[in-house]
């Protein structure tokens, strides 16, 4: 029975890292879209020597130092200046350095399971993320590949729970980076609040007062990266400009940047609740049952009397997980569900959920070792959470990767097809600015074809070619594909 286990065991694992590679590789190939593109602008312009700037196509279209609307930071967009001053393709160079993160964040789960549970738990750990589906919204997360902020985050708090119960100073450093790599990763603090409560010793007030304790460096290395940042934003742009630049971001972090129909919390639930690969029905069934199981482990745990030193310590180390991952889930989910100014993108609380929410899966498994040797009602409790998990989870990943084999309307090959016309024109006539008309489909061909991009409705945009992808109303300079470049509107 060991062998047969153990055959199954390298089978599984052996499928699901052909898996994630499956999905890595279609994301490195994937549509090449404007966020990303937008991202990718403050690399390019460090590299030119413009400093740490956007193209400004959201801020007025000009060249915008530290602009607040960027809001995947420098954890990620630093590493890609990196990558790209080695001489690598800017898309493709660029999208290596969040695959990176997701390769960190499939460790670091898969070691949190290891030492929760044992190598079952690492592998259902690490399969988790494949579950989750951020195509779904126009602002979608396509796959790891992306150049967004959000797996880097996750990565970072994961590692940083690992990190937390022995060294707390490098946990609060790695959720300072998490910050800097998408700012909505400050909602984790509450989470690694709790869990340092959870670890230190004592009750009542000495538990408090060793709190604080353990506290006050990991909270300061928590803002050393974006002290260092705002320090950076000051000294570029001075006094005055980064007074405003502050202004600017509350702005944008209180609006979201965003302009759509306020959402209520019951449709956000719903969206969370069909952001995975089974029916909505499965995903709640499969979470409920999770956290159900869950608790019970952890109130039958904390109730054993004969628990050697070593269960002791086993104990508490989930129950510290256990609570930051509550506390994160909730933290997230509440304020998305609750800010009704933001739209129904699941990639808001993308970052909560692809760290917290595997964790929860392996406090689950742990809560289906204690039930199991609690009685013949436990243990069928635990055998059901135990298949159904499974299930959901060997549903989701044939379905990640079924998706990956669907027709794809436009991929990074088919729009540098498309695009290259268009930047032999740039090249040629020297052209330094194109305005994207509209937002959208428009704003990616534009990085690719070496100019700035700014927003055909900006005045800096005035007198600036347009690039399009419905036909001209003004001449016609250049066309690639399903893209053509127009001359500005006379006037």
């Not at 997360?141 to 959000?150: C, N, R, T």
């Not at 869990?195 to 230190?200: C, E, F, K, Q, R």
């Not at 979201?256 to 719903?270: I, N, R, S, W, Y």
């Not at 899966?361 to 059901?384: K, T």
């Amino acid at each position: 029975m060991r062998l047969a286990r153990t055959i199954a065991f390298w089978t599984l694992a052996a499928g699901l890292l052909a898996c994630h590679v499956i999905v890595m590789q279609h994301s490195l190939t994937a549509r090449f879209w404007e966020d990303e593109a937008f991202n990718l602008t403050v690399p390019l312009n460090l590299l030119a020597g413009l400093g740490y700037s956007s193209d400004g196509a959201l801020s007025g279209s000009t060249i915008t130092p530290f602009d607040p609307r960027i809001s995947t930071g420098p954890t990620v967009l630093l590493p890609v200046a990196a990558v790209l001053a080695l001489g690598a393709d800017p898309v493709i160079g660029a999208r290596l350095v969040p695959l990176t993160f997701w390769v960190l964040l499939i460790a670091g789960l898969a070691l949190l399971g290891a030492r929760s549970v044992g190598r079952w738990g690492a592998l259902v750990a690490a399969a988790v993320p494949l579950a989750f589906n951020g195509v779904g919204s126009i602002s979608p997360i396509q796959g790891p590949a992306d150049l967004l902020g959000e797996i880097p985050a996750a990565a970072l708090l994961v590692w940083a729970l690992i990190a937390l119960p022995r060294r707390a100073w490098l946990a609060g450093l790695l959720v300072g980076l998490a910050v800097q790599a998408k700012l909505i990763t400050l909602l984790a603090l509450p989470a690694f609040a709790v869990a340092l409560w959870v670890l230190a010793p004592g009750h009542g007030l000495q538990r408090l007062i060793e709190t604080i304790k353990r506290a006050w460096l990991p909270l300061i290395l928590v803002g050393l990266p974006s002290a260092l940042v705002e320090l950076s934003a000051l000294v570029s742009l001075g006094f005055d400009a980064y007074v405003e630049h502050l202004r600017e971001l509350v702005r944008f972090v209180r609006g979201g940047g965003q302009h759509f129909a306020p959402t209520t919390v019951t449709q956000k639930l719903e969206t969370l609740a069909g952001a995975w690969f089974v029916p909505v029905g499965a995903a709640a069934a499969t979470a409920a049952l999770c956290i159900i199981v869950a608790v019970l482990g952890l109130v039958f745990a904390r109730q054993s009397h004969d628990a050697d030193e070593a269960r002791v310590g086993q104990t508490q180390h989930i129950l510290m997980l256990a609570s930051a991952a509550g506390v994160g889930s909730l933290t997230f989910i509440g304020w998305w569900a609750t800010a009704a100014h933001t739209p129904l993108w699941v990639r808001h609380p993308a970052s909560g959920v692809l760290a917290f929410f595997p964790v929860i899966v392996i406090v689950a498994l742990w809560g289906v070792r204690v039930l199991y040797a609690r009685g013949a009602a436990a243990r069928v409790l635990a055998v059901g959470a135990t298949a159904l998990l499974c299930t959901s989870l060997a549903w989701s990943v044939t379905g990640h990767i079924a998706q990956t084999t669907q027709p794809r309307g436009e991929t990074l090959a088919t729009q540098r097809a498309d695009v290259a016309p268009i930047r032999e024109w740039v090249d040629r006539t020297g052209t330094e600015w194109l305005a994207a008309h509209p937002w959208g489909a428009a704003v990616a061909p534009i990085v690719l074809s070496g100019a700035h991009v700014g927003l055909w409705d900006a005045p800096a945009m005035t007198d600036v070619p347009r690039l399009t992808g419905a036909a001209c109303e003004t001449e016609m300079l250049v066309e690639g594909g399903r893209y053509r470049v127009c001359a500005a509107p006379a006037g």
